[in-house]
C-alpha cells in the first residue's frame, strides 16, 4: 500500500514539473522575468477557493479605441528592428503577412486591432487566452496557443511598428 502512494506521488510530481516552462497551452505561463503588463486583468475569487482562476471575459479590455494603424506617424527605425525581430523570434514559424500559415495572417491586423491589444497578445499571449474574448477565440479556431517568447515590451512595439509599416505599404 505505501509503495502504491510512493509511486503515485512520483507520478504526480513528474507530471507537475512536466507542466512547468515550455509548455504552450492555456494557463502555463512561466513567465516570471516579465510579469503580466499591469493593465493585465486581474483573476476573479472562485467562491471558497483560496486559489483564483482567470476568467474569460464578455469583451475586450484592450481592443477599444483607435486602431493600431491610425496611432500617429510610423517609426521607420523601430520598425526596421521589428522586421528583424519578426523573422528571427520565431513569428514566421505560425504567421505570414499576405498568407494564412497554421495562425492568423497579419495582413490588416493593425486595421483590426488595436496597439494596446497587440502589444498584450504579443506580451502575454497565454494570460490573453484564458482571459481575452478575442484571443480565445483564435485558440478555439486555430487550436493552438501563441507562444510566449517572453520579450520585452520594447521588442513587442518594434514588431508592431513592423506590421503597421507593411499595412501602410512601406
Known sequence: MRRDRVGLLAASL????GG???SSTPGSSTNNANPAPSSAPAAAPTGSSAATAPTLL???LYDDGPRAADSGPIDMAAAANGEKLFATRGCTVCHAIGQKKTCPDLAGVTHRRTRTWMEHQILQPDVMTQTDPIAHEMFVTYKLQM?????PETDARAIIEFLRAKDAGK
Open 147 to 151: 507562444t510566449n517568447f517572453h520579450l
Open 14 to 17: 513528474l507530471l507537475a514539473l
Open 58 to 60: 464578455a469583451k475586450s
Open 20 to 22: 512547468c516552462g515550455g
